[in-house]
């Protein structure tokens, strides 16, 4: 039997991911929520849910549903979580991704790491 191919059940747990907040309106309201709070319980994220629907970006969009806030919460805690085990920092603004793989590209560039530390010294010029 071929009940691996089938994948119309497979389907549904991608649309999930096609969910996309809107990075001018919705998404620095949530940065902003997640600053401020970052275990909403249900009914403060059905708020948030109601204020993100209300805005003009929403329209004639699929309306948001509490799970995907409370998705991209998990996700934005994890994110930070990310961060913060590369950066121990406070700073709110590593809950956004591309900020925090930005850093930590950078962290990596600059760390060095590719050279073996004996020749890193003896090249560098100290002052």
């Not at 497979?10 to 600053?35: C, V």
């Not at 994220?45 to 948001?64: A, D, I, T």
């Not at 700073?91 to 930005?102: E, P």
């Amino acid at each position: 039997s071929h009940s691996g191919h089938h994948h119309s059940s497979g389907t549904s747990s991608r649309t999930r991911i096609r969910t996309s907040f809107d990075p001018e309106l919705e998404l620095p309201k949530l940065h902003k929520w997640f600053a401020e709070n970052r275990h909403p319980s249900r009914s403060q994220v059905q708020e948030y849910v109601k204020e993100l629907n209300s805005l003009e970006s929403r329209k004639g969009r699929k309306p948001l549903d509490v799970n995907n806030v409370v998705y991209w919460f998990k996700n934005a805690r994890a994110a930070h979580k990310r961060a913060e085990l590369k950066f121990v920092s406070n700073d709110s603004n590593l809950s956004n991704h591309s900020f925090a793989n930005a850093l930590a590209t950078e962290f990596f560039l600059n760390g060095g790491g590719n050279h073996s530390p004996g020749k890193a010294s003896s090249d560098a010029s100290v002052s």
